[in-house]
């Protein structure tokens, strides 16, 4: 069983900075494409940055392109999507997701390609 678990969300102004984190269990997160989506309340549950297993490809929803990073240290199982100039359309529950690929440099956006979530974080910004 792959576990995911997120941490580095919280409560801030516009204008800051967040970095979240997400560690997975496992020996096997090397050859995992990772991905972090969010979910606002009464919206659905939306894609914003995903990243291929060796860290050579990423994508970014047009929504955060400029302003988010998303990395990965496979050293550590963890991924990490930085988050600078937030606005108040940023607040959300923030979740990662895991999937494993046969393909080093893919990566992928839409929710049912993932095989593995965390329970998310909540970033709250304020105006």
């Known amino acids: 069983q792959v576990h995911l678990v997120e941490s580095g969300g919280g409560l801030v102004q516009a204008g800051d900075s967040l970095r979240l984190s997400c560690v997975t269990s496992g020996r096997t997160f090397s050859t995992y494409a990772m991905g972090w989506f969010r979910q606002a309340p009464g919206k659905e549950r939306e894609f914003v940055a995903a990243i291929a297993e060796s860290s050579s490809s990423t994508y970014y929803s047009d929504s955060v392109k400029g302003r988010f990073t998303i990395s990965r240290d496979n050293a550590k199982n963890t991924v990490y999507l930085q988050m600078n100039s937030l606005t108040p359309d940023d607040t959300a529950v923030y979740s990662c997701?895991?999937?494993?690929?046969?393909?080093?440099?893919?990566?992928?956006?839409?929710?049912?390609?993932?095989?593995?979530w965390g329970q998310g974080t909540q970033v709250t910004v304020s105006s």
């Open positions: 997701a895991g999937r494993r690929t046969p393909f080093a440099s893919s990566v992928y956006l839409l929710v049912g390609e993932y095989e593995y």
